[in-house]
């Protein structure tokens, strides 16, 4: 599985950015997938996660009601509202391809992209 994680930019507080993972690979439509973003001097962290499946959505409480996850056959997009300062990190896209629940560690997430910049300027 290879992934590709696009839409990122700069954008005023308060705006909004539409954030897209294109999966390739045949495992990628059976993957959970999930957004983490890091930004500078801290660790990476949890956004958001999408399942395969049943189409649950998992949300860190710093994005709820703000960010929206959804997913077509290949893609994954994390819509993102009302944006501030503090959400500028860079945002990437991860592919779990045997979901188990623990969606916020890390080390079960088996393919990753290359990371989109995401900066919001007050």
């Known amino acids: 599985v290879q992934l590709q994680a696009s839409g990122g930019g700069l954008v005023q507080a308060g705006g909004s950015l539409r954030l897209s993972c294109t999966g390739f690979?045949?495992?990628?439509?059976?993957?959970?997938v999930g957004w983490f973003r890091q930004a500078p001097g801290k660790e990476r962290e949890f956004v958001a996660l999408?399942?395969?499946?049943?189409?649950s959505t998992y949300y860190a409480d710093s994005v709820k009601g703000r960010f929206t996850i959804s997913r077509d056959y290949s893609t994954v997009h994390l819509q993102m509202n009302s944006l501030k300062t503090q959400d500028t990190a860079v945002y990437y896209c991860?592919?779990?391809?045997?979901?188990?629940?623990?969606?916020?560690?890390?080390?079960?997430?088996?393919?990753w992209g290359q990371g989109t910049q995401v900066t919001v300027s007050s």
């Open positions: 991860a592919a779990d391809v045997d979901y188990r629940g623990s969606y916020l560690v890390e080390e079960d997430y088996d393919y």
């Open positions: 999408i399942r395969w499946g049943t189409r």
């Open positions: 690979g045949r495992l990628f439509s059976s993957s959970a």
